[in-house]
């Protein structure tokens, strides 16, 4: 049979529709339906730490030194497929002066390297310090169910460059200039890393020289490690295949390529079925390799002077493999592109890829109802001073009523306030009083209460960029975006949102904005009670609230707005104010005596602080406290050190109201955001303690979390009925705070139905602490 010319052209099309490869649709197919605003530092010196995702969520880390650069907090965020915050961990960690590195350094290190057993669920982060006398590791465990890190030390002559989480509960390392896989087993007993294998990949036919990178595949429970071969100057990739009982070299293989370090990815049916390439992103190359042998199925490169079409341009690529369309994903600043499978190029071509990407900040289709341009922190009106006068006040978005007015005597302005833009004279501020300040030569009296509590923000570079991409089961796909950049005359700031995209065509209609949007006066928009809330602006009308902070003058509507996970603060003893549910907001919220001790925080030197704060000698005025006494006999509410993973039971115990009976462990307070908190806020070094339940359901016990913002939404706000004495859940007042009087229970107190039994009713009796029990300061 002969080959027409028609047919000649017929299969040459056919063959690069095939070098294509098999995606069709672009990026720019996607659409924005939610932002995320993750872990972030306001004004001092943390900073952004690494992502990773299992499919089902993604994890976000970064420090925060809580407005200053004090202390480092280690922060990780559970981030669900649809943009809620399921889990929030954090950890304190100390400081300590290194010889001859000049500058105090973390007593832990932060984590670099972050990685999730697919299987699992279970999260690693890694980090280490590589001074000489003072070598030392750290490995995090987490999940999403876990309200606190187990922290395990290792050690190691030079640093890890990639760790996993094995399915057995191990973690798997590769370190710099070692030629080798380490297995450790974390002992809880110790809190250390305990080797418990090593496989070398220096021997056998295609020895590797260098190792680079690894990943894990919990279906195949085999590591794949990226790196250069010893022979010909090649690049080199590996299997180790580990089990229960054994760690075991499978193949080592030399990839015909000289020059670029890969970054490996998986490929695969779905995120549970086992991977049948190992894909090798360079800005060099892209090869897909066999997975049970190691040999190359298709590999391409670039001429010298190019790169490879991935994200960002002539770096490491920032990619994701997608299972759900066979396509890799890769970002950079604020773009996003798709890359065939097959070949790793785009439409078909490996340059001028521009046209196809999707900016999804700096030109967002019109379409979009979402934009992340709401999520900077640098474009937050309400974190900066505001224009006064006639150009815009009143109508300012972020300016309520009564906050400013004009001064038409500009004579009574001068340098002699305390204003706190007094002294630099580029931005055209001075005052005449504490209360009165210049702006731009416009005059307006302000609440300082509200302003320049953040001073302003100036954006690093463009201010924004994407750090990761994701994809997850349900076919959403996830861009860690960073905002970040400087502190007028302070330090600096920093967020992590997570931009989540789909590409089904149709924008499910958000029922909280439409309630919102339905709303046409300021007093029917407030009331609103939504999962989000609502927020009144003066150019756009009702919209959805986008954060606590601007649900504003209701309680019912702030508290109900569970996605945010809100806390009613008292500012002073007439005015309550939303904010995110932490201590730092309880506390910085409040202006007076009465409204700190009611927030849970300490009143010193005439300002509400964290006890941390508290300087030596001050007086402190500490929160009222109760005894919760059983209304039949004479035992209490009280708390033990008998809980796990960071928590202590809720009990019941004997007690008395003389000094020599009353224990620190029976001594709490209900704030007016309904969280239960105990006496130890105060005395010990955890400051943020409350009670909350894993479920609201009958037969959960009551725990006392260390950090209440790990607990979300209705599991953690109680309230005592004065009349029938009990003790519930805002949520469901049908459950009663009980006495467990079982071999299950033992003396723990637990959630049952109401029944008007005495072991559900308490009276709750003010008592004064023992002045021995007081802070020394």
């Not at 999260?123 to 590589?130: E, H, K, M, Q």
Request: a negative charge; aromatic letters at 10%; hydrophobic letters at 35%.
């Amino acid at each position: 049979m002969t080959i027409t010319s028609f047919n000649r052209i017929l299969l040459l099309a056919i063959l690069l529709l095939l070098i294509a490869g098999s995606a069709s649709g672009a990026a720019k197919d996607l659409t924005l339906i939610s932002v995320t605003d993750s872990v972030a530092e306001t004004n001092g010196c943390g900073g952004s730490g690494p992502s990773a995702s299992d499919g089902s969520f993604v994890i976000l880390t970064g420090t925060d030194t809580d407005a200053g650069c004090g202390d480092d907090s280690i922060v990780q965020h559970f981030v669900d497929s649809d943009g809620n915050i399921v889990n929030d961990i954090r950890e304190e960690a100390g400081y300590f002066m290194p010889d001859g590195e000049g500058g105090r350094q973390p007593d832990l290190p932060n984590p670099s390297l972050a990685a999730v057993n697919e299987k699992t669920g279970m999260v690693v982060t890694s980090g280490y310090y590589d001074w000489q006398e003072n070598r030392k590791g750290v490995v995090r465990i987490s999940s999403r169910k876990l309200g606190s890190y187990k922290t395990f030390e290792f050690s190691l002559l030079t640093k890890p460059l990639a760790v996993a989480m094995l399915n057995d509960g191990n973690v798997a390392m590769i370190r710099e200039d070692g030629l080798d896989v380490i297995v450790f087993e974390p002992w809880a007993s110790t809190g250390k890393l305990v080797e418990v294998s090593r496989v070398a990949l220096d021997a056998g036919d295609n020895p590797m020289k260098t190792l680079k990178t690894m990943i894990y595949d919990p279906a195949l429970s085999a590591l794949f490690i990226g790196g250069n071969a010893k022979k010909d100057g090649l690049r080199g990739l590996a299997r180790v295949n580990v089990g229960n009982e054994f760690t075991k070299l499978a193949w080592t293989a030399k990839v015909d390529m000289t020059r670029g370090t890969a970054k490996l990815h998986l490929r695969r049916k779905s995120f549970d079925s086992p991977a049948y390439e190992v894909l090798l992103l360079s800005r060099h190359f892209y090869v897909r390799a066999d997975v049970s042998d190691g040999s190359e199925i298709d590999a391409s490169r670039v001429q010298d002077e190019y790169f490879w079409p991935w994200l960002p341009y002539g770096e490491a690529p920032k990619a994701a493999y997608d299972p759900t369309r066979d396509v890799i994903w890769t970002t950079s600043g604020t773009r996003l592109r798709m890359h065939s499978a097959e070949s790793g190029l785009v439409e078909g071509k490996a340059f001028n890829m521009d046209r196809h990407d999707l900016d999804f900040y700096n030109d967002p289709p019109k379409s979009w109802d979402v934009t992340l341009k709401d999520s900077n922190p640098a474009t937050d009106l309400s974190e900066q001073p505001p224009y006064c006068g006639t150009r815009l006040y009143p109508n300012h978005p972020d300016v309520e009523e009564g906050k400013f007015v004009d001064v038409d005597d500009e004579s009574n302005c001068s340098n002699s306030g305390r204003c706190p833009y007094v002294g630099r004279p580029r931005f055209g501020v001075t005052c005449s009083d504490p209360d009165v300040c210049c702006i731009y030569n416009d005059c307006c009296i302000l609440d300082p209460s509200s302003y320049f509590e953040n001073w302003r923000r100036y954006p690093s570079g463009d201010g924004v960029g994407s750090m990761a991409v994701y994809v997850t089961a349900d076919r959403k796909v996830h861009v860690v975006v960073w905002f970040g950049g400087g502190v007028d005359d302070e330090e600096s700031y920093y967020q992590l949102s997570l931009a989540t995209f789909d590409d089904d065509g149709a924008v499910v209609p958000d029922e909280d904005e439409e309630e919102c949007t339905d709303q046409t006066s300021k007093t029917e928009c407030r009331n609103m009670v939504t999962s989000t809330g609502c927020y009144w602006s003066k150019t756009k009308g009702c919209i959805k609230a986008k954060k606590c902070s601007k649900i504003k003058k209701n309680k019912k509507a702030c508290l109900a707005a569970a996605e945010y996970d809100c806390a009613w603060w008292m500012r002073d003893e007439k005015r309550y104010v939303c904010n995110d549910d932490t201590l730092f907001k309880a506390c910085s919220a409040a202006r007076d005596m009465t409204a700190c001790k009611t927030n849970g925080c300490l009143w010193s030197n005439n300002d509400c602080v964290k006890k941390d704060d508290v300087v030596a000698n001050d007086v402190v005025i500490i929160p009222d406290y109760f005894m919760a006494f059983s209304f039949l006999s004479s035992w209490c509410i009280g708390h033990d050190g008998g809980g796990t993973q960071g928590r202590d039971d809720v009990v019941y115990d004997v007690c008395g109201m003389d000094d020599d009976d009353k224990e620190q462990d029976h001594l709490w307070t209900i704030n007016e955001s309904g969280h239960w908190k105990p006496f130890s806020n105060i005395i010990r070094d955890e400051l943020n303690k409350c009670v909350t339940v894993d479920w609201i359901e009958e037969g959960e016990k009551l725990y006392l979390i260390e950090e209440c913002g790990n607990a979300k939404g209705d599991k953690k706000k109680w309230q005592f009925n004065s009349s029938k004495r009990t003790i519930t859940l805002k949520a469901d007042s049908s459950l009663c705070v009980t006495r467990g009087m079982s071999d299950r229970y033992q003396n723990a107190m637990v959630l049952k139905k109401c029944d008007g039994g005495g072991d559900q009713q308490f009276d709750l009796r003010d008592v004064k602490p023992p002045a021995a029990w007081l802070p020394a300061h």
